[in-house]
């Protein structure tokens, strides 16, 4: 039979809410005009500029090749060499025109929006460097001086400007694999590139001169040259060979050579053998932790069914670990303050409970009982596919209503599918109200993050609240109406937006005349409606 649902004694005492007027000014001419370019600022790490930067990459390492060679005497004469050249010198004019409107982060490590605070920026940091650099480069089109190869070197310096895209895209890659092997391999190119560079030099230094080119005859076509510098320069960071200098300039520039060679040789390889090592320990203790399981499992002799389901929800848990860091992982967020943490949960997951009707009157009605319910009341866990939320019959030790925020769930009863969960669905409601034992089973079909609200926490909080502009014991009261007022065959975990609406708009004076579309009521919380709303409670957070 269905349990009977007895509601919660809640007593919420009303009082006067206070008023707020906001006042808005009219924008001037200047307002506009910065209002229309801050349409054009382009974020750093929006996919368009992350295709842009990798072709930033490609012409670098062109240039690294050639430009080295070129001052080798030995220019790369082909089409593809004449076409990425022309390539380069477009690419990057047009990259100088992008840096006027890419953002930058500011000194609170927000994103810039202001558009001549970004145009300063750019002005005052790499404009000089990058109108210097594209100048050389047309430059050469009507010039081949040696002077002008000798600039060309320059153009190595954006390699800079390489190494910060790649930290922005190491950030937004969530396996530390693939950003330990990310860095080794670019140690791995500079490195080399390093040693090019050094390599075409010391041909240089060579050419036309009495100098070790002559006393190797056997070594005339350029390619045999270049191989025997290249081991020439790479020895002079680690091993020995044959070459020698032959003249005071020669053996100059050996000298500096090999004590570069020694700080840039310790630098490399302790930067290499150090994302080595981690990349060794992260893949080390996976396999330990799965070994260990493995042991365990065959010591208590589980069936082969269940084995393989543990070990694979096992291998699951570990992939969502390495594209989702836990909170209680972050060791610098317990250095946070308290009240930036707060506004870090409200941020997390106002947006996901906000997609109920009740939870968005509460935002609007009382920020700061929002903020309190994110921070403290409402927790993120994640789940693997198959695994089960809830099963039919079972009573909560603790109530927690659930807001599904990432992933599709499969709600049964009976045997038999009653509703999928997708993305700002939310289930078991019904704790805030009743006491509520399960109708059905819910399990996930995929991998799935939700966010779970406290129902006591709730209870506590909103009966002290004194801002709702509607009464929470009416809403309970005709939730407990409409829920008895069902056929058992019709009862569930589960209730419609349409359902939250309606008691909304019966409960309100007046406030839910039209009922709108469910995207345009519960999109993610504009930052501008929070941060209004923030000053004026401040006050009432600390008392």
């Not at 001549?116 to 750019?122: A, E, G, L």
């Not at 209870?459 to 407990?480: G, M, P, Q, V, W």
């Not at 469910?518 to 501008?528: F, H, I, K, P």
């Amino acid at each position: 039979g269905m349990a009977m649902a007895k509601m919660h004694s809640l007593v919420f005492p009303h009082g006067e809410r206070l008023s707020t007027s906001l006042k808005f000014s009219r924008h001037s001419s200047e307002d506009r005009t910065l209002s229309a370019l801050d349409k054009i600022i382009i974020s750093p790490t929006a996919k368009p500029m992350m295709v842009w930067d990798s072709l930033a990459v490609v012409c670098v390492l062109f240039d690294l090749l050639t430009v080295p060679l070129d001052l080798a005497g030995f220019p790369m004469r082909s089409f593809f060499g004449d076409f990425m050249t022309w390539f380069g010198r477009l690419y990057w004019t047009f990259d100088m025109l992008f840096g006027f409107l890419t953002t930058h982060e500011n000194t609170d490590g927000l994103l810039e929006q202001d558009p001549m605070k970004v145009i300063r920026h750019y002005v005052r940091g790499y404009l000089v460097m990058d109108l210097t650099l594209v100048c050389v480069g047309w430059s050469e089109t009507w010039s081949s001086s040696i002077v002008t190869k000798i600039f060309k070197l320059l153009r190595l310096v954006r390699l800079v400007k390489i190494h910060e895209d790649l930290r922005r895209l190491s950030d937004m890659i969530h396996s530390e694999a693939i950003v330990l092997s990310i860095r080794i391999v670019e140690t791995s190119v500079l490195f080399t590139g390093l040693v090019h560079v050094v390599a075409c030099i010391w041909l240089a230094i060579s050419a036309g001169t009495d100098g070790w080119l002559t006393h190797v005859a056997d070594h005339e076509r350029p390619v045999e040259k270049y191989t025997l510098a290249f081991h020439w320069a790479m020895s002079q960071f680690y091993g020995s060979m044959e070459v020698a200098p032959s003249n005071y300039v020669e053996r100059s520039f050996a000298s500096g050579v090999l004590f570069l060679g020694f700080i840039v040789s310790t630098a490399f390889i302790s930067d290499f053998t150090s994302s080595m090592t981690q990349l060794h320990m992260l893949h080390g203790q996976q396999h330990l932790h799965l070994r260990v399981l493995r042991k365990f499992l065959v010591h208590q002799q589980i069936s082969g069914v269940l084995f393989a389901r543990i070990q694979q929800n096992a291998l699951s848990s570990i992939k969502q670990h390495q594209k989702k860091v836990p909170e209680q992982e972050v060791e610098l967020l317990k250095l946070v303050s308290e009240p930036l943490r707060i506004e870090l949960h409200f941020e997390m997951l106002s947006g996901h409970m906000c997609h109920h009707p009740l939870m968005k009157a509460i935002l609007e009605d009382d920020p700061w009982l929002m903020r309190q319910l994110c921070h403290a009341g409402a927790t993120t866990v994640s789940i693997s596919p198959g695994d089960i939320v809830f099963s039919a019959g079972e009573l909560p030790t603790v109530p927690k209503m659930i807001f599904a925020v990432h992933g599709c769930m499969e709600y049964t009863r009976d045997a038999v599918t009653y509703q999928d969960l997708d993305t700002g669905d939310w289930a078991s409601e019904h704790v805030l109200w009743l006491r509520w034992t399960h109708h059905g089973m819910l399990s996930a079909v995929n991998a799935c993050t939700l966010t779970l609200l406290d129902a006591s926490f709730f209870i506590e909080k909103t009966s002290c609240s004194k801002l709702l502009d509607f009464s929470l014991n009416k809403y309970a009261d005709t939730f407990a109406q409409n829920f008895n007022e069902l056929d058992p065959q019709d009862r569930s975990d589960l209730t419609s937006y349409s359902t939250c609406w309606d008691i909304m708009k019966k409960i309100s004076k007046g406030r839910f005349k039209t009922r709108k579309t469910r995207n345009r009521l519960t999109g993610v919380l504009d930052a501008s409606l929070a941060n209004a709303f923030t000053n004026k409670f401040i006050r009432r957070s600390a008392e």
